[in-house]
């Protein structure tokens, strides 16, 4: 057999069939980066290149983002292949901007210095304790956002460049006085007028109908009464969480469990820290500090003075208390090895330089008591158990199922869980459980809808999962006249209504324009009282486009309220005395838009020069 292999491999047609595959994987696959540009590089801006991961990483903080403000809608939308296409090229757009304004900046020799990056740190709200700059804080909030001090300061550098250009455009821009005082009077505005409301209801009530109208309204709208496709589900649930709720652990058990695992129930050993570092490789440099702090010089001082780590010089070398996990693993070992208070290293080399590390203070590791955690412990056990009995019996459930797909009788006995049903549904009527687009799909597909098989096992959430069946289809029909013939007057009668309320507030309208002021006694209406409206009024849009009126004079309009009845309105003054108050925040905000004006042309111009390329923004969602 491998003998016959061997010679098949050999063999010219196989050699000339493996060759056209190789070649398709070179055009298909990697041909795409000699094709699409740099594999690792998002986009190109002139010579830089913006990484593919700082791209990723972008996109997802702001999909995290949008996600937390928007919820479910941005998650439909992400539905869409080209909304997705969008958002990402909307992403990185934003970082070539970015890039865009870096280069700008260093054609005009805009620099930031390392006093300015220090101050900077110092100076950051995020980092301070009391009003005061706090080593600890600034460490850990360095290490969960993923940058080292260095990497941090370098981001720090590029956007403080970034803003000098904004702030030199900002600082150009004004606003006229007299532009001020137009832009004022015509923001502060507020009209005085009176109005009338014809309550669609009431119009609606009084509408007169025939049946021959109520027919032919049906008909010709159908879709109002079209009954969708319905279809009954029955389902199979089985989640960890359920099974959690079914677990009871033992005291014995749970002290067994703490005594086992007493590391996770214990706070790490910690020190308190403090360092000079020399970045580089200037061991000539650190060795002369070195030799400094050996003939007596004093530990801060030599630190304030010579140290090169921005956010701790200040301090006096400190950096705080920290854990084992968190640091360069030589600076680490070298700093875990120190025994006593004031204890210190020689030359540690790291990563980022050359330390001298001196030990302030030490916490040793510190056990909870089982008391004050029992049931912690207890949930976790049990936490643990149901999830290995979740997957147990997802395995059952999954083969069951396949093995039975008529019925999930079996599966329900097999997992020891009920099987659960609905009435007819449409997808907008469905429980939350089934509401999911796998578990739609899955309903929708032939073999579950038409022949009448289970499906397969669908992931709702971690640890929750569901088999689904259809029991039975409904068509979709348009229901009998009769069974929504209460719906068909309420519709028609409300549309006869607002068709009423437009044809009476015209007629007012247009008669009270003529002079004609009985009209409003005929039909029974009266104005009510004057009211000072400004442009955040419900009625603005129609108030502040009628022509401003002649001394003593009146004019009339109509238009809606929030309800969808007809308001007829009465606009007797124009108020336009500007409000000293607001001149200063009006006139901030005028400068505010020029200043984005001239950013958005800056970018423009800026784009029209450079060569741009993109290379990553298509991608699954």
Partial sequence: MMDRLREGVNSLAVKIILGLIILSFV????????????????????????????????????????????????????????????????????MIDEVLLEQYADSLGMRISDEQIRAEILSMAPFQNNGEFDQEIYQSALRRAGYSVDSFAEYLRRDMTRRQVLTAIQGSEFALDSEVQAQSSLITQTRDIQTITLMLDDFAKNAELTDEELQAYYKANPDNYTRPEQIKVAY????????????????????????????????????????????????AKAQTILDELNAGADFAELAKEKSEDIGSAELGGSLGWVEKGVMDPAFEEA????????????????SFGYHIIRLDALKAAEAKPFDQIADEVKSEIAEQKAVERFYELQTKLETVAFEYPNSLDDAAKAIDQPVQSTDFISPSEAPDILSSAAVMQALQSA????????????????EHVIVVRVNDVRDETVLPFEDVKQQVIAQLSEQKGEQQAQELATTVVDELKSGHQDVLAEHNLAFGETESVNRGSEFSATVFAMPKPEEGQVDYAQTKDREGNIVIVALSGVNAEVNPQYTDQISTQMANSGAQQGLSALLSGLRAQAEIEYYAISTQP
């Fill in 447 to 462: 073999e579950v809808k038409e022949d009448g098989l289970n499906s397969e096992v669908i992931e709702v959430a971690p």
């Fill in 335 to 350: 700093a875990f090895a120190l025994e006593n208070k004031g204890d210190t290293t020689g030359l540690v080399k790291s």
């Fill in 27 to 94: 055009f298909a696959g990697v041909g795409n980066y000699i094709i699409g540009g740099s594999g690792n590089a998002a986009a190109k801006v002139g010579n830089t290149e913006i990484g593919r991961g700082a791209f990723e990483q972008a996109y997802q903080s702001e999909r995290n983002r949008m996600q937390a403000q928007m919820g479910d809608y941005f998650a439909n939308l992400l539905a869409d292949p080209a909304y997705v296409q969008s958002f990402r090229k909307s992403v990185l757009d934003r």
């Fill in 236 to 283: 199979l649930e089985l989640s960890a969480d359920a099974l959690k709720e079914q677990i009871s652990v033992s005291d014995e058990d749970a002290k067994k469990y703490y005594n086992e695992h007493l590391d996770s129930y214990s706070t790490q050993e910690q020190r308190q820290l403090s360092h000079i570092m020399v970045e580089g490789d200037d061991e």
